[in-house]
RNA sequence: GAGCCAGUAGCUCAGCUGGUAGAGCAGCGGCCUUUUAAGCCGUUGGUCCUGGGUUCGAAUCCCAGCUGGCUCACCA
């Protein structure tokens, strides 16, 4: 690619110029004794102090024999005071040369300016590492206590495309990913507490299953045979829980081959655990103490804002089976499960029903359209129709419902569980009625797994199970619209 | 897949009902030892998304396309 940009061409003339100097624009380390956040938290008994920061120069105001400038570290940023007299002339010139961009490391003397900013007064000054592509820099400046932002980057293809970009200089993108990085390790915490066992399983599968969804498709060539990236890894830590490790979870990366939305990214993460000798009512009791616990690790309290909603994830949340729910918003009673009845009801509802849609269908249209939307607060949604759910036990009460929630949050599903099926009998059944709906012409509908139903033959025990999406997650935790947000890079369509 | 919106300098944008392309910031040169959107003086920089059409003349109007964003649909 012909660079036509001249201000490239200018930065790597100076980096020749720089060598002519003698001096290498990219050495190898710096030791450095403080990140700028630490400088300002301990002011007090740094005042005075001699330290070594580091980081990327972000702003710069040059003046004839002094100048200042912020860098900025992993913790933020802070102000450096670099005057001729302190740091000899030769290193004075080669300041004034470097770009917004740039990596130094300095020494020098924690003190407040005039103005009462904190800052370091170099008595020396290291090129760490020289840019050599502008950077798209947006200033700030604070007025009445709100910030404006002049310049921002905020084409939203370029944060995705270059997201390194979008963390250089948009400070809050980065909070995002923090906070993503601390809901897992909360999550991982919580779970490790309560006995249970962190595992990894395939992400190549010979048969894809534990979902309703189309897989991508890939090939091993040593072995001439189809592989699928996993949809999911349910079938996988069902037969560990056969093995004997009695409590599971597995953070998967985990692959669907459909369309992108806000909601929708090709790969994404979820958490799935799996509890022996449990019910899913047990685990409704354990997932609102794990949101609490999370919310309060990552936000320090169990309110959430989100979409403009104050949202309390304080335990206990409602539960409310499906049917009951339907009915409470729209007034329509579906409770009989009657093919008819059910497609009647959505007709008057004006959802759109096509004929190949069975029970557990339409029951999952009317609730999506009526009741999700208003379901802001955490809510259960249990004991769906047994349809939608091949891989869930029958309910104890209602052979035609299945054990099964879906945590509801902010007007969207971000879980799914159930007391899991163990009878292989059922299983079998439930598997050959999915691979009718395929033959059908239902392509996500799921592939019988012979291997899973022998590890069930061989008996597993009670239990219950659940996936979370951490990206759902996320997108509430942080008050994020769109899973591109909470994703570090988001699949994009390929550039040019 | 449908609708709406957008594409002009490295970034953010202006450019009306057609008259030969602009600002701020960044960059470059100069001045400047407490600045913080530092300031002052000077200055470089453009396939106006692409291709057609209308016109004496198109960034601007028309048509087609490309790319992207948002919304909806699809999608646990």
């Not at 932002?149 to 400070?171: A, G, M, T, W």
């Not at 616990?293 to 959430?304: F, R, T």
Request: hydrophobic content about 35%; overall charge negative; glycine content about 6%.
């Amino acid at each position: 690619m012909e660079d036509i940009n001249q201000l490239v061409t200018i930065r790597k003339e100076k980096l020749k110029d720089l060598y002519d100097q003698g001096i290498n624009p990219y050495p190898y380390g710096f030791d450095r004794t403080h990140q700028t956040g630490d400088i300002k938290k301990e002011f007090d008994t740094l005042e005075g102090q001699n330290v070594a920061v580091a980081g990327r120069i972000m702003a710069v105001r040059k003046m004839g024999k002094a100048s200042f400038c912020h860098i900025q570290d992993m913790q933020g940023r802070i102000q450096l005071y670099i005057a001729r007299d302190k740091i000899g002339e030769e290193r004075y010139t080669l300041f004034k040369g470097l770009d917004i961009g740039d990596f130094i490391g300095v020494t020098g003397l924690v003190k407040k300016t005039k103005t009462g900013e904190i800052s370091v007064f170099a008595d020396s000054m290291t090129l760490l590492s020289k840019s050599i592509r502008p950077l798209p820099i947006a200033k700030e400046k604070e007025e009445d206590g709100k910030k404006i932002i002049y310049d921002q980057f905020s084409d939203k293809e370029l944060r995705y495309r270059q997201r390194y970009v979008d963390l250089v200089v948009n400070p809050h993108v980065r909070e995002v990913f923090v906070k993503r990085s601390r809901i897992i390790t909360a999550m991982r915490d919580f779970l490790n507490k309560n006995d249970f066992l962190e595992v990894e399983t395939p992400v190549l599968q010979p048969i894809y299953g534990g979902a309703a969804a189309r897989p991508f498709k890939t090939h091993h060539n040593a072995l001439d045979m189809t592989l699928y990236l996993r949809i999911a890894n349910e079938l996988y830590l069902k037969r560990l829980i056969v093995g004997g490790f009695d409590r599971v979870y597995e953070f998967a990366k985990d692959f669907r081959n459909e369309g992108i939305d806000r909601f929708h990214n090709p790969e994404f993460t979820q958490v799935e655990l799996y509890a022996a000798y449990k019910d899913y009512n047990w685990l409704m009791d354990f997932v609102e103490q794990m949101f609490n616990y999370i919310a309060n690790e990552v936000n320090g309290s169990p309110k959430i804002h989100f979409n403009g909603h104050e949202i309390d994830l304080t335990p206990p949340w409602p539960r409310l089976p499906i049917l009951e729910a339907i009915q409470k918003y729209t007034g329509k009673d579906v409770s009989s499960l009657d093919e008819n009845v059910l497609k009647k009801t959505a007709g008057e509802l004006n959802v759109e029903v096509t004929p190949d849609m069975g029970v557990g269908k339409i029951v999952d249209e009317i609730f999506g359209e009526y009741v999700e939307p208003h379901l802001i607060q955490p809510v259960f949604i249990t004991d769906h129709p047994v349809e939608m759910s091949p891989l869930a036990k029958k309910h104890r009460n209602n052979p035609r419902l299945v054990e099964r929630f879906e945590p509801i949050i902010g007007g969207k599903e971000i879980g799914n569980a159930f007391s899991e099926l163990n009878d292989p009998i059922d299983q079998r059944a439930r598997f050959e009625a999915q691979m009718q709906l395929r033959a059908r012409g239902d392509e996500e509908a799921q592939v019988l797994d012979e291997d899973f139903l022998r590890a069930i033959e061989y008996g597993m025990p009670p239990t219950a199970g659940l996936g979370v999406g951490i990206d759902r997650l996320t997108m509430l935790m942080t008050n994020q619209p769109s899973i591109r947000d909470v994703l570090f890079f988001p699949h994009m369509r390929p550039e040019k």
